[in-house]
């Protein structure tokens, strides 16, 4: 696995209430790449998380998705690494991005949390040199209305232009765990 990346980590929210919800993109990208790769999940409670096995030629990566709430992933986070002897670095994180309008989505190395909650507790346990894959939802226009905006489902228009950029990531991330981060950055930050 060319430039270590060891874990693709999805953040969401757990349970039927919220799977439909903005703030759950990184589970549909997770469902999406896992489903491609025809890979099932198992819950993990050592890592407080569903965790599926992707095999990349003669590599592992570990696909996860924290069934703690967007505030605590952290901890889903810091276990993965500390059992699987991670460092940030060899960590992608998978995120709604308020700032990118749907349909974007963009890799992203390092940076501060940006308001994200999922971010914010990610970043405490390991610091910022984690990578990072921001997928679009958009903003809504006044920062009042933004607990409600993510944490709501997005119209269908918007839903089939998050699932088109969802697919093109989920490509660019076969790159990045094959070729690297290179060569997965410039596929997917050109298309978009």
């Keep these: 696995m060319a430039e270590g990346i060891r874990a693709v980590l999805a953040l969401g929210n757990p349970g039927a209430g919220h799977a439909a919800d903005r703030h759950n993109v990184g589970f549909w990208f997770a469902d999406e790449l896992a489903s491609q790769e025809r890979v099932d999940?198992?819950?993990?409670?050592?890592?407080?998380?569903?965790?599926?096995?992707?095999?990349?030629?003669?590599?592992?990566?570990?696909?996860?998705?924290?069934?703690?709430?967007?505030?605590?992933?952290?901890?889903?986070?810091a276990a993965l690494a500390r059992f699987h002897k991670l460092s940030a670095a060899q960590i992608l994180v998978v995120h709604d991005e308020l700032d990118l309008p749907p349909g974007t989505a963009r890799f992203k190395a390092g940076g501060g949390h940006g308001?994200?909650?999922?971010?914010?507790?990610?970043?405490?346990?390991?610091?910022?040199?984690?990578?990072?894959?921001?997928?679009?939802?958009?903003?809504?226009?006044?920062?009042?209305?933004?607990?409600?905006?993510?944490?709501?489902?997005?119209?269908?228009?918007?839903?089939?232009?998050?699932?088109e950029s969802i697919e093109r990531s989920v490509d660019a991330v076969n790159v990045l765990l094959?070729?690297?981060?290179?060569?997965?950055?410039?596929?997917l930050n050109s298309a978009n």
């Design 115 to 163: 308001g994200h909650n999922g971010l914010r507790d990610v970043t405490r346990v390991l610091g910022v040199d984690f990578k990072r894959l921001r997928i679009g939802i958009g903003h809504p226009g006044h920062m009042d209305a933004v607990v409600g905006h993510v944490l709501s489902k997005p119209g269908k228009s918007e839903r089939a232009a998050i699932d």
């Design 178 to 187: 094959a070729d690297g981060w290179d060569r997965a950055a410039q596929k």
């Design 41 to 77: 999940f198992s819950r993990e409670k050592r890592f407080k998380a569903e965790l599926a096995r992707l095999g990349v030629q003669d590599a592992t990566a570990w696909l996860a998705k924290p069934w703690t709430y967007m505030n605590h992933v952290g901890e889903s986070a």
